[in-house]
């Protein structure tokens, strides 16, 4: 991105930025690994629409719909300057808190065991993904604001920003997100400026308060059965690893270059549950093998160094922070969510960015993406600062 040249002090930022340039990696990776999962979906799903006499094409219209309400999202966001909108954060974190609280009573809606959602007619909405977003915004807003490096009443209140929502959405159950935000915190209280001395107390009282939760049997028997199932899946091969074995038979069918497009047997069988959502990279595996799954994860790979990049270019502190937790954000999502198709990971439902069916996580995945396309905009800096690349 070009700049424009030093002007006097006098000069203002807005006059001295230049036009703004997007960063076309980062969108292209964005719509070809959502065209790609567009593509999957259609593929894991279509078969069974059609068994069962309804248009096949119906779940690729609808998340075709999604894909579309995202990218105007990511548009419209990226387009805002994070700086003008930093007074809003906190109400908007507290606005997010009152939607899980919401999903906690008769208003939620559940689907078995879990109540996540609010029913809004035609569609749901998880208000947990709008909570990632939250999080991070109020985590990079705070430290931010802080000396570096960081009080210990700092990571206090960085805990209780985070461990509000965790408790209410520990409550629904989810633990997924709730593994989600604590690997967001470390990274944002890491980048932003915590000492090792407070980074291991956090270690420590994880492990400690994990032990704890354990004792007192607050975690669900189904969560409990999928940590014993990863540990031993033989013992549990056609009941609780069910979805992981056929998972791996999925991908390791599809081999070096794959079965071909339409060509999987696990996927045209349906073998695979939740295919479209939590297993979608078995869909990628099988019919287009070992090199189609190395594509896919460069992408991956693209877009996570481009976050990065934007965070090390951000013309302040906040947003090279949000960008940061944006990162880690979508570097947990991938490296769970493919490695529970592969199981090196345990099941925690937490679907793969962009690919995964589902209409709420690719619109707040793609708002998020927006917020640090934004800081790469603007990454220019005021006359008088450190001028970045």
Do not use: C
Not at 36 to 45: K, P, Q
Not at 59 to 72: N, Y
């Amino acid at each position: 991105m070009a700049f424009a040249t030093r002007t006097s002090e006098s000069t203002t930022y807005r006059q001295n930025r230049g036009p703004l340039r997007p960063d076309i990696v980062l969108v292209l990776t964005y719509l070809t690994l959502s065209a790609i999962g567009l593509l999957m979906i259609y593929s894991a799903t279509a078969p069974g629409l059609l068994a069962a006499g309804d248009d096949p094409a119906q779940q690729l219209k609808e998340q075709a719909i999604f894909m579309v309400i995202g990218f105007i999202v990511f548009t419209v966001v990226s387009s805002i300057d994070l700086t003008e909108v930093r007074g809003f954060i906190g109400p908007i974190y507290v606005v997010v808190i009152g939607m899980l609280v919401l999903v906690l009573t008769p208003v939620g809606d559940s689907q078995g065991i879990a109540q996540r959602w609010i029913d809004l007619g035609p569609i749901q909405f998880q208000p947990s993904e709008l909570a990632k977003i939250a999080v991070i915004l109020m985590l990079a807003s705070i430290l931010a604001s802080s000396d570096v490096p960081l009080h210990w009443r700092t990571v206090a209140r960085a805990l209780v920003i985070v461990g509000v929502p965790s408790l209410l959405i520990f409550a629904q159950p989810d633990l997924g997100t709730m593994l989600v935000f604590a690997f967001v915190l470390l990274a944002m209280l890491f980048v932003g400026g915590s000492t090792i001395r407070q980074l291991g107390f956090l270690f420590v009282a994880t492990a400690v308060g994990t032990v704890g939760v354990f004792k007192m049997d607050l975690i669900k028997e189904y969560q409990i059965n999928r940590l014993t199932a990863f540990i031993d899946p033989g013992a549990h091969e056609l009941s609780l690893s069910y979805n992981q074995v056929q998972s791996e038979i999925a991908i390791g069918s599809g081999g070096l270059l794959g079965k071909g497009l339409f060509e999987g047997t696990q996927t045209n069988l349906r073998f695979v549950p939740v295919q479209s959502s939590d297993f979608i990279f078995t869909a990628v595996g099988e019919q287009f093998g070992f090199v189609g799954s190395i594509i896919v994860i460069a992408l991956f790979g693209v877009l996570l160094f481009r976050l990065l990049a934007i965070a090390g270019s951000a013309r302040d502190r906040f947003g090279s922070l949000v960008a940061t937790g944006i990162a880690a954000m979508f570097a947990f999502h991938v490296f769970v969510n493919i490695g529970m198709t592969i199981r090196i990971m345990p099941v925690t439902g937490l679907p793969l960015p962009f690919m995964s069916a589902g209409g709420t996580v690719f619109v707040a995945m793609s708002a998020a993406l927006g917020l640090a396309h934004s800081v790469w905009m603007r990454r220019s800096v005021a006359p008088g600062d450190r001028r970045r690349g």
